[in-house]
């Protein structure tokens, strides 16, 4: 039986880092920083940290809003969907996450799209 994503990526501190570093990138990315100021960043990792593990098969539950709810009415561009990407590829990296699974995590991301996106 292959291991879960989230067995892989190393459990939940191991998310929880990869998390916290990505918003942290997020904060002060020229593209994405806007977005964050004025927000409860400590509770955005709590969420992200949730629907991170959920999502890759862990046991936590994700209290937060769904992809479609939580981006409704931002009109993100494209252009600030990669940089939240390549921000998440740089955490994973620098927790030393391998390469399958930086790309397994970036194809579910990248596959958010049309929520993300939407007006």
Same mark, same amino acid.
């Given at each position: +039986?292959? %291991?879960?994503?989230?067995? /892989? ?6 998310? *929880?880092?990869?998390v %916290?570093?990505?918003? $942290? #990138? ?8 806007p /977005?964050? #100021?004025?927000?409860d960043?400590? #509770?955005?990792?709590?969420?992200? &940290? =949730? ?8 046991? =936590?539950?994700? *209290?937060?809003?769904? +992809? /479609?709810?939580?981006?409704?009415? +931002?009109?993100?561009? *494209? =252009? ?5 990407? %390549? $921000?998440? !590829?740089?955490?994973?990296?620098? =927790? ?7 790309? *397994? !995590? !970036? ?7 049309? $929520?993300?996106? /939407? &007006?």
């Amino acid at each position: +039986m292959t %291991d879960s994503l989230y067995q /892989r990526l190393g459990g939940a501190q191991r998310i *929880e880092a990869v998390v %916290d570093d990505a918003l $942290d #990138r997020h904060a002060v990315n020229p593209l994405l920083a806007p /977005r964050f #100021r004025g927000k409860d960043l400590p #509770r955005l990792k709590v969420l992200g &940290t =949730q629907f991170f593990c959920a999502g890759s098969g862990g046991p =936590q539950k994700y *209290e937060g809003r769904d +992809m /479609r709810t939580a981006h409704a009415g +931002m009109n993100a561009s *494209e =252009q600030e969907l990669i940089a939240a990407i %390549d $921000d998440f !590829v740089a955490a994973l990296q620098a =927790q030393g996450v391998g390469q399958t699974e930086v790309n *397994e !995590v !970036v194809a579910i991301l990248y596959s958010f799209k049309g $929520d993300v996106l /939407r &007006t």
